[in-house]
């Protein structure tokens, strides 16, 4: 399976290249430590001072750029690593260059979903405005709870089919060779492509988050300590599934027909 291969390839990497793991541990101990001193803004809002939210408000907005960045140049250092010219230094320099593109490709994925999830998010509103009642459609009678469930199961499906089939586009646009336009539009039609072998991988990513994500009731009953060993533990895994879509972009580029790949 083919799934299984590129699992492999990504584990495989990471054993050749353990310093991989180093900036996201490094990344996630920062951030860590800045949570924890802005911990009371969260737990009392209203005696906060204005120092603590304009600090809240900065950290939030520095996360999300360099989330950015850190994606970027993880697909980056495995794109360099199958190149046999691996150098984390220059993944990162590259990172920042590639970063308006990483975040066009997110945006615009962003709003693919929320165009494809708006009718479900209608029928919900549908659903809880009509608050109880019984609606009658077809000669069928339907209470306002079943377009509140419809809503719901619209919106997640649209999410999900959103992402399996943007889920290359990123890694094609961060080392593709063409314009953003072309680089963008092979993501979305390889992803389609591998749609099956996408929905494997996303399944055990979730799994494998999920299981990490358990951890954290445990060790967060040490104290401190045992948070930021959780988020150190966090950060070798979210390093795991992040080198995943690249590895799956290289092994479809390495065979003559993307169609062929199995689950």
Same mark, same amino acid.
């Given at each position: 399976?083919?799934?299984?291969?590129?699992?492999?390839?990504?584990?495989?990497?990471?054993?050749?290249?353990?310093?991989?793991?180093?900036?996201?541990?490094?990344?996630?101990?920062?951030?860590?430590?800045?949570?924890?001193?802005?911990?009371?803004?969260?737990?009392?809002?209203?005696?906060?001072?204005?120092?603590?939210?304009?600090?809240?408000?900065?950290?939030?907005?520095?996360?999300?750029?360099?989330?950015?960045?850190?994606?970027?140049?993880?697909?980056?250092?495995?794109?360099?690593?199958?190149?046999?010219?691996?150098?984390?230094?220059?993944?990162?320099?590259?990172?920042?260059?590639?970063?308006?593109?990483? /975040?066009?490709?997110? @945006? &615009?994925?962003?709003?693919?979903?929320?165009? %494809? #999830?708006?009718?479900? =998010?209608?029928? +919900? *509103?549908?659903?809880?405005?009509?608050?109880?009642?019984?609606?009658?459609?077809?000669?069928?009678?339907?209470?306002?709870?079943?377009?509140?469930?419809?809503?719901?199961?619209?919106?997640?499906? /649209?999410?999900?089919? @959103? &992402?399996?089939?943007?889920?290359?586009?990123? %890694? #094609?646009?961060?080392? =593709?060779?063409? +314009? *953003?336009?072309?680089?963008?539009?092979?993501?979305?039609?390889?992803?389609?492509?591998?749609?099956?072998?996408?929905?494997?991988?996303?399944?055990?990513?979730?799994?494998?988050?999920?299981?990490?994500?358990?951890?954290?009731?445990?060790?967060?009953?040490?104290?401190?300590?045992?948070?930021?060993?959780?988020?150190?533990?966090?950060?070798?895994?979210?390093?795991?599934?992040?080198?995943?879509?690249?590895?799956?972009?290289?092994?479809?580029?390495?065979?003559?027909?993307?169609?062929?790949?199995?689950?």
């Amino acid at each position: 399976m083919e799934s299984v291969k590129v699992l492999r390839n990504s584990f495989n990497l990471l054993k050749g290249r353990p310093e991989i793991f180093l900036p996201k541990i490094f990344e996630n101990l920062v951030f860590s430590f800045i949570w924890l001193y802005l911990a009371n803004i969260l737990v009392n809002p209203l005696e906060a001072t204005l120092l603590e939210v304009v600090s809240l408000a900065g950290v939030m907005l520095l996360m999300a750029p360099i989330h950015i960045w850190f994606f970027t140049s993880y697909i980056l250092m495995v794109d360099l690593f199958d190149k046999d010219d691996f150098s984390m230094k220059k993944a990162f320099k590259q990172g920042l260059k590639k970063f308006p593109q990483t /975040a066009a490709t997110m @945006v &615009f994925s962003v709003v693919l979903a929320i165009v %494809a #999830s708006l009718p479900g =998010g209608l029928i +919900t *509103f549908y659903g809880i405005s009509i608050h109880e009642s019984v609606v009658t459609l077809l000669g069928f009678e339907f209470h306002s709870w079943f377009f509140i469930i419809l809503g719901y199961i619209w919106v997640g499906i /649209a999410i999900f089919t @959103v &992402f399996i089939l943007s889920y290359l586009a990123p %890694a #094609s646009v961060i080392t =593709g060779k063409e +314009t *953003f336009k072309e680089n963008l539009k092979e993501g979305y039609k390889a992803s389609n492509k591998l749609r099956r072998i996408i929905s494997v991988l996303t399944i055990f990513t979730f799994g494998l988050l999920g299981l990490t994500m358990l951890l954290e009731g445990v060790l967060r009953g040490i104290g401190i300590f045992g948070y930021l060993f959780f988020r150190a533990i966090y950060a070798v895994v979210n390093v795991y599934v992040l080198i995943i879509n690249p590895s799956l972009l290289i092994t479809a580029k390495n065979m003559d027909d993307v169609g062929t790949v199995n689950g």
